[in-house]
């Protein structure tokens, strides 16, 4: 039998590998000069270098020729080619599959015209990682030659090709991979970019380290999804094929375990590709409410699975988990743990979101999710800023318990659907309002769609007449800007408001912490009375209202990750000395106007040993119309101060 390998891949190399290693005879064709250059000798295999079209692949191919379509998962055309050569010839047909890896927090586009038309909607400066073939579509981005930044192979047609475009030298990266997370994360920093752009490449092209570097530095991800989805065997699948095939001495077995995503956990919800995977796995191990999917399955604890199936002997195992392997699931762990010890596959399932959705006629495609099942988390910030939001439930958090928070935070007339055992014989769907389901008796199996029709825009900066202000200071909406952003609040962040006044700040810092929690600290009475309207009126549930002097009022609060002071009432090195006590590594910003308080806190930053300390002057001048001219009327001149407390300890 003749053997014939379009390659130009990894997997395509390590099948090269593996056969001159059993001294078995191949032809290796690549598309490139440089496809070849990386393909380093081995026995018995012979490179060709070019690209075939379909006609010049059937001349190859005879009906005693097995074609092995190892080409890149977007190389949909030469897939195409071969089959069709494959079928007029009469040669045997078998595609090596790269595994996709599940992904979330990604935008999705079909195909490189859609991708250029979300980047022309999408300010920010881009890493383009898609190579570069199609790279001349990326010339129709508006201002592609100062925002994009295409990784290239270091040749010379590659270079060339990218300068004839029109792309700047100094905006070439001209480098061979693999490329790990923290060189991703470096480059998407040492450029700048804001958003990432890559196909699903899998885990041999770097696919999982290009979204995990895009999270480390807080860029977008930009995926091209693959033009297909394709059936074929992958490497452990096909070396095993082809030795069996030509009858080759077996080596030592190389096992494959599958995760599923089982679901609702009923034989009704399991997806077909979930149903043949059990049917044709060896050994399947499942919790004990998931055993009954398959009667093969040994039942075992959830903290055992995955050592149970490395124990076993089985060639291919399967294992059985709830849900969704890509939402919220612990098939991302269970993969790790089983990959020094074979190939691992995903089998998606029906996620509990997408199924109470659907029973609630709600879509998903705007809404919030948040796993609050044996974790500590906060609803009030996801409730407040999305007119919808899933939340899973369990332990401490149940239902019960995250609807009566609700009501302690005055939402307790918002809509909320209970799902509990969904997709069992028991399953309850309940409709009602958070106060109304706070007073039911709820299972740990339950999930939460909550509605906010009235759900504040946390994106929207707020303006200085959305607020009710009456006789107490508000700092200025510019000021307000500037101070908040010099805060640079993560979506986590614990955040103290120091003399909170109106609250103007408060719901500022409360609109970028939207998962995390702001205290807003205030002493007079009147304040806090404002306090408490604006957080209304304005819809930032995740501010707790602490009312009390500072320093005192602060000392049971959590560690803050930042502070604002707006108000100290002359006590700010107490203030400032506490927040660090508390977090070593704390981020401040003051506001001063009076020079006595500019002193004040700039001393207190120095002697208590905060670093990256700035100091700037904020003067605004507003336009008023007068009759029919414009007449500029001047803000009080505010300092803003900043500064991150250093860590005695590193």
Known sequence: MKLMIFSGTTEGHDLCRFLSKKSVQADVFVATEYGAAVMEPMAGITVHEGRLDEREMEKRLTSDTLLIDATHPYAAAVTDNLRAACAKSGARYERLLRPALPYQNCEI????????????????????????????????????????????????????????????????????????????????????????????????????????????????????????VENGKNQVEMQAFIADLLGLQPEKMQRIFTIIGAGMGMADTLTGEAVRTLAAAEEVFATKRLASLSPKAEV???????????????????????????????????????????????????????????????????????????RAGNILGAVSYYAATFALTGGENNAQAVCSSLMDA?????????????????????????????????????????????????????????????????????????????????????????????????????????????????????????????????????????????????????????????????????????????????RVVVNAIALETLFAAQTALKELGFTDIEITQLAATRGKPVGAYTMLTANNPVFILSGRAENDTK
Not at 308 to 323: F, K, P
Not at 461 to 486: C, Q, Y
């Open 109 to 228: 586009v079909l195909d490189t015209a859609a991708a250029v038309d979300w980047l022309n909607a999408h300010p920010g400066k881009v890493l383009l990682t898609t190579g570069s073939k199609e790279l001349e579509a990326y010339t129709a981005v508006q201002d592609f030659q100062t925002r994009l930044f295409p990784r290239v192979l270091p040749t010379a047609s590659v270079l060339e090709k990218c300068a004839a475009l029109g792309f700047p030298g100094a905006h070439i990266i001209a480098m061979q991979g693999p490329f790990s997370q923290a060189m991703n994360a470096a480059l998407l920093r040492e450029t700048g970019a804001k958003i990432l752009v890559t196909k699903d490449t899998g885990v041999s092209g770097g696919f999982a380290e290009k979204v995990a570097a895009a999270e480390e530095v807080g860029a977008k991800v930009l995926v091209i999804a693959r033009p297909r």
């Open 300 to 374: 075992c604890a959830f903290s055992e699975l995955a050592e149970r199936a490395i124990s076993g002997h089985a060639r291919h195992t399967a294992l059985l988990v709830s849900g969704d392997v890509g939402f919220f699931s612990a098939a991302g762990k269970l993969r790790e743990r089983l990959l020094p010890y074979g190939g691992v596959t995903l089998v998606p399932g029906l996620s509990s979101m997408q199924y109470m959705c659907a029973k609630c006629g709600i879509s998903y495609e705007n809404l919030c999710f948040k796993s609050l099942h044996g």
């Open 410 to 586: 005055g939402l307790g007339a918002l809509p909320v659907h209970l799902g509990e055992n969904l997709g069992a014989e028991n399953e309850r769907i309940v409709h009602g309002t958070a106060a109304e389901i706070a007073q039911l008796s709820c299972s740990d199996l339950a999930v939460l769609l909550l509605e906010n029709p009235h759900a504040a825009n946390k994106n929207e900066p707020i303006r200085d007449e959305m607020l009710t202000r009456g006789k107490v200071p508000m700092t200025k909406e510019e000021v307000r800007w500037v101070s908040v952003n010099r805060l640079t609040v993560r979506p986590t962040d614990m955040v103290w408001d120091v003399g909170a006044g109106t609250g103007a700040v408060t719901l500022e810092l409360a609109r970028k912490a939207g998962d995390g929690t702001v205290y807003a600290i205030e002493r007079k009475p009147e304040a806090v009375a404002l306090l408490r309207e604006n957080r209304i009126k304005l819809g930032g549930y995740n501010v707790k209202i602490i009312e009390g002097p500072a320093p005192e009022a602060l000392e049971d609060l959590p560690a803050p990750d930042c502070v604002f002071v707006g108000g100290s009432g002359g006590r700010m090195r107490e203030i400032l000395a506490l927040a660090k006590k508390k977090n070593p590594e704390v």
